[in-house]
């Protein structure tokens, strides 16, 4: 294909398609001379109409007359040199312990299957209008920062090889991603407010209640989702344990999960690792990623106190003789105990000990998962 000796277009700057307006995608491409492009096609489009456009934005300033030609029979030796690299495939990973491409994880890319060229690097092109004019490049050792949500990224390999004297770029198959927004916050926000101040620390047996850990749901979320209707799915570990969660339905508003610490737990630094998700509902929901977190909390044990500490979080339990078990009754305004009691079974990892404190004993360590009734 030959163009005015003055332009020098990009092969981008080139739409390619059938006479029926579906695109024909090119494995390859060179410019041999000055004022010359030339594509490679898939040998099964021997014969076939294409139908060329100058792309957008382009096409308010140059005329193109003869848009329709017929690709010409393959030549053997040309197929067989760039039917190989073309037949791949790159795919978008995210970067670091994420499983799920969203707003704030960077992307590496990597070929389905090794057989790489070993002599050249390879180049990813990507942009996210579905054409490589509009992206960028690097290369695939190299990642990608984080892109905003609710994009599509459309990413393809590239590389530079020597064809019969003319430096042709192959290009693999064209393929994307969707980029989803992360709703949660990055650090699990621990209710410090709710924490046991004074216990009796003379005699704390194994299954003996510490403290209760609350998560409050509005503080997992950001402000800009926190009207989202659904329920919020948990799944919590500790020290590769998975705790079996008791869902009430008793506050009259939002959400609350309850994880205990108890005598166990001394001397310990526990790792909490924790998968939110947002399931169901408006079709928005799937519009937005999970998380996995993580997070540490130690407990220190001294004669007369116990200290916990998180983050950059600490707090301090103090001995009091006669002091009782910690309960849920700072949030008495939002529980209902005749529920509460209700809602728990023998078998369940938790058991309603004292209706009117909310007080509750341990069978064995658990997430009270506390849901908008």
């Known amino acids: 294909m030959t163009v005015d000796g003055a332009i020098t277009p990009r092969h981008d700057q080139l739409l390619l398609r059938r006479p029926t307006g579906g695109p024909i995608e090119y494995l390859g491409h060179a410019t041999p001379e000055t004022g010359m492009l030339r594509y490679y096609f898939d040998e099964r489009h021997g014969g076939d109409v294409v139908e060329i456009t100058i792309a957008p934005p382009l096409d308010r300033y140059y005329r193109l007359d003869d848009r329709q030609v017929s690709l010409p029979q393959p030549d053997a030796r040309t197929a067989e040199a760039?039917?190989?690299?073309?037949?791949?495939?790159?795919?978008?990973?995210?970067?670091?312990?994420?499983?799920?491409i969203d707003d704030?994880?960077?992307v590496s890319f990597e070929a389905e299957e090794t057989e790489l060229p070993q002599d050249e690097g390879v180049e990813v092109h990507w942009g996210v209008r579905g054409y490589d004019r509009f992206g960028e490049t690097i290369m695939?050792?190299?990642?990608?920062?984080?892109?905003?949500?609710?994009?599509?990224?459309?990413?393809?390999?590239?590389?530079?090889?020597?064809?019969d004297g003319t430096v042709v770029t192959m290009l693999?198959?064209?393929?994307?991603?969707?980029?989803?927004?992360?709703?949660?916050?990055?650090?699990?926000?621990?209710?410090?407010?709710?924490?046991?101040?004074?216990?009796?620390l003379r005699s704390l047996s194994r299954h003996k209640l510490l403290a209760w850990l609350v998560i409050d749901r509005s503080e997992l979320l950001k402000p800009a989702v926190r009207d989202t209707d659904q329920h919020l799915k948990v799944s919590v570990s500790e020290s590769g344990t998975d705790y079996r969660g008791v869902?009430?339905?008793?506050?009259?508003?939002?959400?609350l999960l309850c994880l205990p610490l108890i005598g166990a737990h001394q001397d310990r630094t526990l790792r909490y690792e924790f998968e939110f998700e947002l399931q169901g509902g408006r079709p928005e929901i799937d519009y937005y990623a999970s998380r996995q977190a993580t997070l540490d909390f130690n407990?220190?044990?001294?004669?007369?106190?116990?200290?916990?500490?998180?983050?950059?979080?600490?707090?301090?339990?103090?001995?009091?003789?006669?002091?009782?078990?910690?309960?849920?009754?700072?949030l008495d305004d939002s529980v209902s105990a005749g529920e509460l009691s209700q809602m728990l079974f023998p078998r369940d990892p938790f058991e309603l000990e004292e209706r009117e404190r909310l007080a509750i004993r341990i069978n064995e360590p658990g997430l009270l998962q506390l849901v908008d009734e």
């Open 82 to 100: 760039v039917q190989t690299f073309a037949s791949l495939q790159l795919t978008a990973k995210p970067v670091g312990e994420s499983t799920i």
């Open 104 to 106: 704030q994880t960077a």
């Open 140 to 163: 695939l050792d190299e990642t990608l920062a984080p892109q905003e949500p609710h994009r599509r990224l459309w990413f393809r390999g590239a590389v530079s090889l020597d064809v």
């Open 172 to 200: 693999t198959q064209r393929n994307s991603v969707g980029i989803k927004e992360q709703p949660f916050v990055t650090e699990v926000p621990v209710r410090e407010d709710l924490l046991s101040t004074h216990l009796d």
């Open 247 to 255: 869902i009430c339905p008793v506050l009259d508003d939002g959400e």
């Open 299 to 330: 407990v220190s044990t001294e004669e007369t106190a116990i200290e916990l500490s998180w983050a950059d979080h600490s707090h301090v339990i103090r001995h009091r003789d006669g002091e009782p078990t910690p309960t849920l009754n700072l």
